[in-house]
């Protein structure tokens, strides 16, 4: 039964999920929708992309030896399961290679939440017959839906400071987004949003140390993903979870994940809820022109601006004496861990500012070659790598970095970004089209990429979103072969 509390009465969960609940797609302004086309388009490139890595080899091939057929296409392997594990394979996917989407504010991989976990909800709904509607247009709005309210989590979180105490930020703040998405998908009413999201919120979790040397770094927000799609499968069927739980201080979500944060306020539950509708939070995800993890991105573009200033200084790399590398703290906690075993996993490279700087200093380029397994133990990046210091600059926020090389006859080349490229201003629809192109020409034949592309660019004319799911679930290769 709806809740007829006025709504100044009400708690920020209930008002979060009475939004969820009413929103319509022509409350959407045009250029958000226009703008989530594309975002989508780079999730799936990010999909087909890390379908057949080893790592997710590895995984697909343990999840399907654990349990029968199902009705949910795994993408790219021409195989299905069960809907809960088809929605962690496909976000282990698209997290799969560092080249996904990451939000300005609140440090989440959105893609990775939200689309496994609506394809999953499309097909197990159409397996067992349901009348619901899943068009395009129903699509399109609830992934707005989860790209609106991962963001507003984590901003009640403080964004990214959470990387400082060692969550894996889009981990914790991801299983609400993936709820929220499928709710809406569902249609399910306001009272089992509520449940849906406190038995999501409960699920939370992602310890940062996984990005060391771990493969599962690639699944976490896949757990975020099955755990959210869970929690909503549950709460349709009437089970009921934890209720206010973003408002409660005694083993609230925001109390509990801000506990010791140093913060004050120590978390800020007005996020929640705030502007819906009126400041649109998909307008802070970015896109990455790099196969690496967001907060080395300023230390690829203070590289890239110091060979553009410096040719002459830089042709010869054995003259390089030390790197220095500064950044802000969160950045630093993330990225600016000193390197402890050689060679790195394609993880660890990828989330290591001093091994990223040193590959753009020989390759000049951070993309997926540049983590084949043979590309990872080379004496010319590890030499740079031990010359390299990464240290943590008060007065720098976020994105804000510094790059000082010291050439060996003691001249110093510095080059300082306040965020990476991409940042501010976003990568353009335009960019995404020509990224998912350029991807697209090592793992699935042109006529295929030229049909997802149209399908997910006029999604509004989609009658039934399977059609697009078949096409994702056709077998790819791997681009590392």
Known sequence: MTDKTPIAQKSHTARLCEWIESVRLQDVPGEIQMRAKYLILDGLA????????????????????????????????????????????????????ELDDWHSEAPLHSNSIILPTLFAAVEHVSERGSAVSMSGNDFLLSTIVGYEVGPRVGIGLHG????TKGWHSGAVFGPSAAAASACKLLQL???????????????????????????????QHGFAARNGLFATLLAQHG????????????????????????????????????????????NGIRVKPHAAMA???PTIDCIEGLQRRFPVELENLQAIQHIRIEMGEA????????????????TGAQMSNA??????????????????????????????????????????????????ITLDNGTELQHEVEAARGFQPPISNDEIVAKWRDLMKDVIDHDLMEEIEQIVLNIETCKDVGLLIELLGRRTRNPLE
């Open 46 to 97: 990010c999909a087909l992309v890390g379908a057949h890595l080893p790592w997710s080899e590895k995984a697909a091939q343990a999840v399907v030896d654990m349990e029968p057929e199902g009705p949910v296409t795994i993408i790219g392997w021409e195989k299905k399961i069960s809907p809960i594990s088809a929605a962690l394979l496909n976000s282990t996917f698209i997290q799969g290679f």
């Open 160 to 163: 990214g400071h959470i990387l």
């Open 189 to 219: 009413p306001e009272d089992n949003i509520e449940d849906a999201l406190g038995i999501a919120c409960t699920q939370a979790c992602g310890l940062m140390s996984a990005q060391y040397e771990s493969e599962v770094k690639r699944m």
């Open 239 to 282: 089970y009921v979870g934890i209720k206010k739980v973003y408002d409660r201080p005694y083993g609230g979500f925001l109390a509990q994940f801000s506990a010791g944060n140093g913060k004050s306020p120590q978390y800020l539950v007005e996020e929640i809820d705030k502007d819906l509708g009126i400041e649109w939070k998909t």
């Open 295 to 297: 907060g080395t991105h």
């Open 331 to 346: 950045m630093y906690h993330h990225g600016g861990w000193a390197i402890e075993t050689r060679p790195l996993t394609a």
């Open 355 to 404: 091994y990223v700087g040193a590959t753009q200093l020989v390759d000049r380029q951070v993309l997926a070659a540049q983590f084949r397994h043979d590309a990872l133990d080379r004496d010319m990046i590890w030499n740079l790598v031990g010359k390299t210091t990464c240290e943590s600059n008060d007065e720098f926020k976020w994105m804000h970095q510094r790059v000082t």
